[in-house]
């Protein structure tokens, strides 16, 4: 049986997006009042992946090892609130490479939902920007926008639930 799931953006969704980037676990901040609502669609039987683009790596202001230090943080502070995360997948390329995994293409979604064996057309995207729901629709799953940096997931997650409780065939 294939599983649903919330594909996450990072960046202004989950933590603080910063215009210089997030370059170290230190500067990795998490959004406050995240928890509740990842643990809504956790008990809702959805898997939580989030899918990040960071051309931080490309423009060599970190390294792939610095990123997986800072995704081994968010890993840890987000399973301390209850909310364990299924993958995180980031494309490391700069705009403008020809990468069929940097938002708004779907290799991101793609990759995780053939190494986890979701159902994309059970899933949702959340994102706060253009290129996420973009990416969302090129994959086949539904999106929602979030505002940047406000860690206002509940509206979202309640659509989800509500859309769920509605049955897929409507
Ligand atoms: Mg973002
Ligand atoms: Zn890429």
């Not at 399973?79 to 700069?94: E, Q, S």
Request: net charge neutral; with cysteine.
């Amino acid at each position: 049986m294939s599983l649903k799931a919330v594909f996450l953006d990072r960046d202004g969704v989950l933590t603080r997006e910063r215009t210089d980037y997030v370059k170290t676990p230190e500067e990795l901040e998490i959004l406050p009042g995240i928890g509740p609502p990842l643990r809504t669609l956790r008990d809702g039987g959805f898997r939580l992946i989030i899918v990040t683009n960071q051309s931080v790596v490309g423009r060599r202001l970190t390294t792939h090892d610095e990123i997986g230090r800072i995704h081994e943080k968010l890993k840890s502070e987000l399973k301390r609130m209850g909310c364990f995360v299924d993958g995180i997948y980031y494309c490391p390329h700069l705009p403008g490479e020809g990468c069929s995994c940097r938002k708004p293409e779907p290799g991101l979604i793609l990759r995780a939902a053939e190494d986890l064996g979701i159902d994309i057309a059970a899933s949702w995207m959340i994102g706060d920007k253009e290129i996420d729901l973009e990416a969302a629709k090129r994959a086949g799953c539904r999106g929602i926008r979030v505002q940047t940096n406000l860690g206002d997931l509940q509206n979202a997650v309640s659509s989800i639930i509500k859309a769920g409780e509605k049955g897929w065939e409507c």
